[in-house]
């Protein structure tokens, strides 16, 4: 398995502000995803970030809303930009190990 | 493309009781099977995931789950529920690329499971 970590934990934000989310992992992959839980839903991938090559985003998301950055084999940042109370979710990332993906614990957004 | 149906949004059962959690998924290609739980206000945890070889797969916390490919199913088993159970159980698959390996997760709507005393 793989130890995941991310920050924040949980905030909460203005509506128009941006947040920038950070996962970090114990070990080296390729690939990295992220994805929203909205409130009572399942899991929706925004995106996949490989390391060494621009993100590729899911039908739905485009990179103005939703930038990514992967700039080495351990780290991610999302962005959430020009937020709306229709951002208030669980974002997740997640990797690739062993044909098995291991989710980071979430980050809680609430957008008022 | 790959999709996924659980077809129950939530099982309330009894402590100490059987339960059975269904999923049938539906893909054109050969796919690799999950089951995640979600705790309350926590992120997702495998309980168990199908790759490959025997169909009977057994995860953590007592859950298995068994993989039947002519019925498209992977349904969650546990003999014996305890309240510390309730969660919600999430099943996913995720196609076999023809390289070997895998890469996005199919998620499934997802079953709540209350166990009561």
């Known amino acids: 398995s793989a130890v995941i970590s991310q920050k924040p934990s949980r905030d909460i934000c203005q509506r128009g502000t941006s947040l920038t989310i950070q996962c970090q992992v114990d070990?080296?992959?390729?690939?990295m995803f992220w994805y929203r839980q909205q409130p009572g839903q399942s899991l929706t991938l925004i995106a996949t970030?490989?390391?060494?090559?621009?993100?590729?985003?899911e039908s739905g998301f485009v990179i103005d809303k939703f930038p990514i950055s992967r700039p080495n084999l351990t780290f991610s940042t999302l962005t959430v930009s020009n937020m709306s109370p229709e951002d208030s979710s669980i974002y997740l990332c997640?990797?690739?190990?062993?044909?098995?993906?291991?989710f980071g614990p979430g980050t809680r957004l609430l957008v008022l | 493309a790959q999709s996924v149906t659980q077809l129950d949004s939530q099982v309330p059962v009894f402590e100490e009781a059987p339960v059975e959690l269904r999923c049938n998924y539906s893909?054109?290609?050969?796919?690799?099977l999950f089951w995640y739980v979600q705790y309350p206000n926590q992120g997702l945890q495998l309980l168990l995931k199908?790759?490959?070889?025997?169909?009977l797969v057994k995860g953590i916390n007592g859950f298995e789950a068994e993989f039947n490919k002519s019925q498209t199913s992977f349904h969650l088993r546990k003999p014996s529920v305890h309240i510390s159970d309730t969660a919600e159980y999430f099943c996913a698959v995720s196609p076999l690329l023809t390289q070997g390996g895998s890469e996005k997760l199919v998620f499934g709507k997802g079953t709540k499971l209350t166990v009561n005393p």
């Open positions: 070990s080296q992959v390729t690939m």
């Open positions: 997640s990797l690739l190990l062993g044909g098995t993906q291991y």
């Open positions: 970030a490989n390391q060494g090559s621009e993100a590729t985003y």
């Open positions: 199908y790759l490959s070889g025997s169909t």
């Open positions: 893909s054109s290609v050969s796919v690799y």
